[in-house]
């Protein structure tokens, strides 16, 4: 049971953040995406008041990720335990180079997001658990 406690938070950020590039594509260009996940592309952009430079910068990290994801998601070489270390260290560094664009008041808010998104799905979780 301990492995699963420790697999569900890790899929969920390694989902948050590496899902981005995949929803970032498919999102229209006023920022508002289709569904709950493209939302939340549309609502970081928004909230966070990304130039248009920033933007640029987070699609590209965001399309290398993915190329990135899908290479290790393709590679049969590697064991379930060697392909979630690599996926783990990729979620690390694309985390990395996008708080690294950020100016320091939007990396403040980029914290309050996620610690609101937290306190939101631990939230929904805990309702959940009591239906």
């Known amino acids: 049971m301990k492995i699963?406690?420790?697999?569900?938070?890790?899929?969920?950020?390694?989902?948050?953040?590496?899902?981005?590039?995949?929803?970032?594509?498919?999102?229209?260009?006023?920022?508002?995406?289709k569904g709950a996940k493209g939302n939340r592309i549309g609502k970081m952009v928004k909230e966070l008041g990304l130039t248009d430079t920033q933007k640029t910068q987070l699609k590209a990290i965001l399309a290398d990720a993915k190329t990135q994801r899908e290479a290790l998601k393709a590679n049969t070489a590697l064991t379930t335990a060697q392909r979630q270390t690599q996926t783990s260290e990729l979620q690390k560094a694309t985390r990395e180079k996008i708080v690294a664009l950020l100016t320091p008041e939007q990396?403040?808010?980029?914290?309050?997001?996620?610690?609101?998104?937290?306190?939101?799905r631990k939230k929904n979780g805990a309702a959940k658990a009591r239906a």
Do not use: C, D, Q, W
């Not at 699963?4 to 929803?23: D, K, N, Q, W, Y």
């Not at 808010?109 to 609101?116: D, G």
């Open 4 to 33: 699963h406690s420790f697999r569900i938070p890790s899929l969920l950020a390694l989902t948050f953040v590496l899902g981005l590039g995949t929803l970032s594509y498919a999102a229209p260009k006023n920022g508002e995406g």
């Open 107 to 120: 990396k403040e808010k980029m914290v309050a997001m996620r610690k609101k998104e937290r306190a939101e």
